[in-house]
C-alpha cells in the first residue's frame, strides 16, 4: 500500500505538525482547514518550528524550504481526493469527526486510508461513519509533533493488517515510533495521563498548594519535562475536558468525573496556551 500523498484535516497545533513530520519524509502533503486564517496559521506555525531547527543546525535551510514546500494549504476538501491517506486533527468532538469521515469516505477512492489523530474518541465507531473501517485507523501523534517520539496506532475492530502495517511504517518514516493500542476510551496515553491532569486540578482546587508548587512537585520530584497544568494548559482545557468526558462516559465509572474547576475554566473560555490564560496567563 504506497502512500505518496498524505491529506492533513484540521491546521491546528496537532495538524501543522503532522504536516510538517509528513513533509519531512519527502511525500507530497496537502494542509486543509475551513477558513484561511486556520491554514495561514498552520503554516506560521510549521514555519516557526522549522526555523528553530534551521536555527540550532538540526537541518539545513534548504531543507526547510523543500519541506515547507512540499505542503499546499487548502481550504476546499476537494484537492483531498487525491491523498493515499487522510489524518483527520479537528476538534475532539465524536460527531463533528463522524460528520467530517463521512464526507472524506464519499470523497475519497476506496483505497484511500483514514486515519484520526483523536486523543480518546472510539476508532471503530469513527470507521464506520467512514463507511470503510477496513481503511481506517487511529494515528495519535503527542504534542509538539515535531519533538515528541511517540505514535499510539489504534485498530478498529475491522481494521485490515495492510493498513495498519501502511501506517506503522510511515510513522517509522517519519522518525517516530509507533506502539499499537487497542480501542478502549483514551488508548493508553490519555487513559494514563488525563486522571493525572484531572487530580493535578482538584489538588489546586481543594488548596492542596498553588499551580507553581503543584508543577515543581511533579517537575522535581517525578522528573516530568512540564508540571501538569502547565501540560493541561498547553495541550488545551477544551481538550482535557473532552478527553476526561469521553473516559466518564466510556468506563462509567466516577473516578474519571472531570474536575468543577476545569469546567471553571472551559466555561469561561480560560483554555490555556492558545486563548492566552489557563492555570497560567501567557504573553
Ligand atoms: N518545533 C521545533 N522545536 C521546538 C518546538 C517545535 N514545535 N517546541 C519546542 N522546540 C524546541 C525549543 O526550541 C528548544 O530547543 P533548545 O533546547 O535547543 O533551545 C527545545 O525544544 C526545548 O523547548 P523549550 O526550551 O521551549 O521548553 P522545554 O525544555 O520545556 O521543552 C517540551 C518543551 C519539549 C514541550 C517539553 O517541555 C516536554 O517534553 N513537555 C511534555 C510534552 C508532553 O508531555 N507532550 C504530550 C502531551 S499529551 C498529547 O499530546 C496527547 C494528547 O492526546 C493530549
Known amino acids: 500500500m504506497a502512500i505518496k500523498t498524505i491529506g492533513v484535516v484540521g491546521a491546528g497545533q496537532m495538524g501543522a505538525g503532522i504536516a510538517q513530520v509528513a513533509a519531512a519524509t519527502g511525500r507530497d502533503v496537502i494542509l486543509q482547514d475551513i477558513a484561511p486564517e486556520f491554514v495561514e496559521r498552520g503554516m506560521a506555525t510549521i514555519r516557526g518550528s522549522l526555523d528553530r531547527f534551521v536555527a540550532k543546525g538540526k537541518l539545513p535551510a534548504d531543507e526547510a524550504e523543500s519541506i515547507r514546500a512540499r505542503i499546499t494549504p487548502s481550504v476546499e476538501q476537494a484537492p483531498l481526493a487525491k491523498a493515499d491517506l487522510i489524518v483527520e486533527a479537528i476538534v475532539e468532538n465524536q460527531k463533528i469527526k463522524q460528520e467530517l469521515f463521512a464526507e472524506l469516505g464519499q470523497l475519497c477512492p476506496p483505497g484511500t486510508i483514514l486515519a484520526s489523530n483523536t486523543s480518546s474518541i472510539s476508532i471503530t465507531e469513527l470507521g464506520k461513519a467512514s463507511g470503510r473501517p477496513a481503511q ?30 501502511a501506517v506503522m511504517e510511515l510513522a517509522r518514516e517519519m522518525g517516530k515510533t509507533p506502539v499499537e493500542a487497542n480501542d478502549f476510551p483514551g488508548f493508553v496515553a490519555n487513559r494514563i495521563l488525563m486522571p493525572m491532569l484531572n487530580e493535578a486540578c482538584y489538588a489546586l482546587m481543594e488548596g492542596v498548594a498553588e499551580a507553581e508548587a503543584i508543577d515543581t512537585v511533579m517537575k522535581l520530584g517525578m ?24 473516559l466518564h462516559r466510556g468506563f462509567e465509572n466516577e473516578k474519571y468525573l472531570p474536575c468543577p474547576l476545569l469546567h471553571e475554566k472551559v466555561a469561561a473560555g480560560h483554555l490555556g496556551r492558545k486563548s492566552g490564560r489557563g492555570f497560567y496567563e501567557y504573553s
Open 223 to 246: 522528573n516530568h519535562p512540564m508540571g501538569p497544568l502547565a501540560l493541561a494548559d498547553y495541550i488545551g482545557l477544551d481538550t482535557c475536558l473532552s478527553i476526561m468526558e469521553v
Open 136 to 165: 481506517f485507523i487511529g494515528m495519535h501523534f503527542m504534542n509538539p509533533v515535531p519533538l515528541m517520539e511517540l505514535v499510539e496506532v489504534i485498530r478498529g475492530r475491522e481494521t485490515s493488517d495492510a493498513a495498519c502495517e
